[in-house]
């Protein structure tokens, strides 16, 4: 992008980043489970380097031994594999922060009990392996206690660790911050982030602080702690830059305050003041937590406005003299670059967006399009708590970045993709960029497949930025799109190769009336091809027939969600989860969980409640059946090249994206 504001350099402190495109703090779970940095921290980020980002900040470095499952440099022993990182991103210009945080918790006591319950139950396998079942049974019985009680005292310091911690004790952890940072300079790290979430951002915080001494009461009392834990990095690390992770607790539309960990605005922007009086050379302004639902934080689509947090970051910037970055659901480059332009914020944090794609800056660079983001939480925020590790659906490559990436085509092959969902684009665009030409047909008259009905439920049309990159992308490749039309097996056989991807269709259930005018397909009412009133049964409570059901009530039908299992929307992210349920309460939804559908009548369905083992009578208008998918069957007979399989069609179950654009992808690579 020509004058692009986005890639021009910024001084911070004593550094100059090479340009505003930042990495924010996201816990990836790819360190070992010691805490170091491995082989998989360290490519990961070397791949955002080397994809133009000017500064990255390594989230969540703990500076004590801890149980979570996030970097940790606590030790003079760990600093080599930090020197490893900051070598690695140096080597591509690009700036590193490692963000420092203490838990708003007991971390030593919380630790030893579980340290008790591994033990305990250790030797309860011990006893087990020697045939003494009783001592077994004990060892066991003190694990599942111990386990019980660290959960407990978990639950309980969440809440009043930050009121009920020593002055002592908040001594001991300043101390243990500033010996982090002093070996983060040893390593090479450039700079430190505070954490000014978590314990720091809960004493800050007129909801959570209720202490009464020095620590206590007062703004200045209250933010006390942070301005002296800022003096302590200064001084056991004076070469380094320090940011603030400023947590800022937002106003929700409905009027409620969303976080609690933090400050609201008018605090928030005194504080700012005094951190750049303290010697902080840049502030990240970010949404505060602690909520117990992370999708405050970092919200899916369609439920806050684009970069909610911008309003108050604006107003930080307008009373300190050093940069200030802002973050959250800045989705694009013209989003950032207009934020630059407008004088809202000097540098971006593209957290979620450089999962999705880590050559944003190189991209805007060079105008190549840029694989946007979805704001869906499936691959990131869902990972992160679940205790799985760090990934977009969209990109195949996050997390084995030195073994999955695009192999050069050792000579150029014609490659024909039957189906234009978003596994044959993927593999489409997998195999162009490799340097084979790639035919792709689709009896359809427009690309996306299973995605255009997917972003038809409320809140989902942001899904369709994952098409729109195909659309952006494929005029540049040498990829020939052949819509509204099938592929004969004398086309396949021309070229050398093919992969199917063909999708999948709507299941119906094989049960008495499923044949009855009054039953349609989940995939027919979000097409667009029927539409219905009055009360509407809805078979499934899976993604998609609850997205169907609030789809229809949205549309003032009444709906019941039938479902086998004990509850609805159970793969669901957590971060939507609840703005579903918040509709099926305002719409009185009734749910059937436990049911099994037997049949469907003149009145409506009638099913068993499977604890109950009773009858159940569901009257309704219409049946919507939601019961998942079926892989479309392709037919190779006469095709003699190699065939690949992509998608719905590439395995024993049907995919979700995540699944399709992985297995396109490899499918794609390997030709």
Not at 81 to 99: E, I, P, T
Not at 178 to 194: P, S
Not at 455 to 460: F, L
Request: some cysteine; proline content about 4%; hydrophobic content about 40%.
């Amino acid at each position: 992008m020509k004058d692009s504001l986005l890639l021009q350099p910024l001084k911070v402190g004593n550094l100059t980043l090479k340009n505003r495109v930042m990495f924010p703090p996201l816990t990836t779970g790819y360190e070992e489970r010691d805490g170091s940095i491995g082989e998989r921290s360290l490519n990961f980020y070397t791949r955002l380097a080397k994809g133009g980002v000017g500064y990255v900040v390594i989230g969540d470095v703990s500076p004590i031994v801890t149980f979570s499952p996030t970097p940790k440099l606590h030790d003079d022993s760990q600093i080599p594999g930090f020197r490893k990182l900051a070598d690695s991103l140096h080597a591509y210009d690009c700036k590193v922060a490692l963000q420092i945080f203490h838990p708003e918790y007991d971390v030593a006591a919380v630790g030893a009990l579980i340290a008790k319950s591994r033990q305990a139950a250790m030797e309860g396998m011990k006893a087990k392996e020697q045939g003494d079942m009783a001592l077994f049974a004990q060892k066991m019985a003190e694990s599942k206690q111990f386990g019980a009680q660290s959960g407990q005292k978990l639950h309980h310091d969440m809440q009043h660790y930050v009121s009920e911690v020593s002055v002592e004790t908040l001594q001991t952890i300043k101390q243990s911050i500033a010996d982090c940072a002093k070996r983060a300079a040893i390593a090479g790290i450039d700079a430190i982030e505070v954490h000014g979430d978590r314990l720091l951002g809960s004493l800050c915080s007129v909801l959570l602080n209720h202490r009464t001494d020095e620590y206590g009461g007062s703004f200045e009392n209250r933010v006390r702690y942070a301005l002296e834990v800022v003096t302590a990095i200064k001084e056991a690390a004076p070469e380094l830059m320090i940011e603030y992770k400023l947590p800022l607790i937002t106003i929700n539309q409905d009027g409620s305050l969303r976080g609690k960990g933090g400050l609201q605005e008018a605090e928030a922007i005194e504080f700012a003041k005094l951190l750049e009086q303290a010697g902080v050379h840049m502030i990240q302004a970010a949404q505060a937590n602690h909520t117990g639902n992370m999708g405050d934080t970092i919200p899916p689509m369609g439920t806050v406005p684009y970069n909610w947090t911008l309003p108050v970051c604006e107003k930080i910037k307008k009373v300190v003299s050093i940069p200030v970055a802002t973050v959250g659901r800045v989705v694009t480059v013209e989003a950032g670059e207009k934020i630059l332009k407008n004088g809202q914020a000097d540098a971006i944090g593209y957290g979620r967006s450089l999962l999705c794609d880590p050559d944003i800056a190189l991209k805007a660079a060079s105008g190549e399009p840029i694989r946007k983001c979805i704001n869906c939480n499936k691959g990131c925020v869902d990972a992160l708590q679940n205790r799985r590790y760090l990934s977009c659906v969209l990109n195949a490559e996050n997390g084995d970045e030195a073994t999955i990436f695009l192999k050069a085509a050792d000579s150029k092959k014609n490659v024909v993709v039957i189906g234009a969902g978003i596994a044959g684009l993927e593999a489409a665009r997998v195999a162009a960029k490799r340097g084979h030409h790639v035919d792709v047909y689709d009896i359809a008259e427009e690309i996306g497949g299973q995605i255009n009905i997917a972003a038809v439920p409320p809140r989902k049309s942001e899904i369709l930025r994952a098409t729109d990159y195909y659309h952006d992308i494929f005029p540049s490749l040498d990829i020939s799109l052949h819509l509204g039309q099938s592929c004969s097996v004398e086309e396949m056989n021309q070229a050398d190769a093919v992969i199917v991807a063909v999708g999948a269709h709507n299941m119906i259930l094989p049960i008495p009336g499923a044949e009855r005018s009054s039953v349609v397909s989940s995939w027919d009412i979000l097409s667009g091809k029927v539409e219905l009133s009055g009360h509407c049964a809805v078979i499934g409570g899976g993604l998609v027939g609850t997205e169907t059901a609030e789809y229809l009530l949205s549309k003032g039908c009444q709906v019941s969600i039938i479902e086998m299992l004990d509850k609805i929307a159970s793969g669901e992210s957590s971060t939507v989860l609840p703005h579903i349920m918040g509709s099926f309460q305002v719409g009185n939804v009734a749910q059937y969980v436990n049911t099994k559908v037997s049949a469907i009548t003149d009145v409506g369905v009638e099913a068993l409640d499977t604890v109950k083992n009773e009858t159940v009578t569901i009257p309704c208008d219409y049946v919507v059946m939601a019961v998942g998918s079926v892989k479309n069957s392709f037919s190779t007979e006469g095709v003699t090249v190699p065939v690949y399989y992509a998608g719905d069609c590439s395995g024993e179950k049907t995919a979700d994206i995540a699944s399709a654009i992985r297995s396109a992808y490899h499918a794609a690579n390997q030709i």
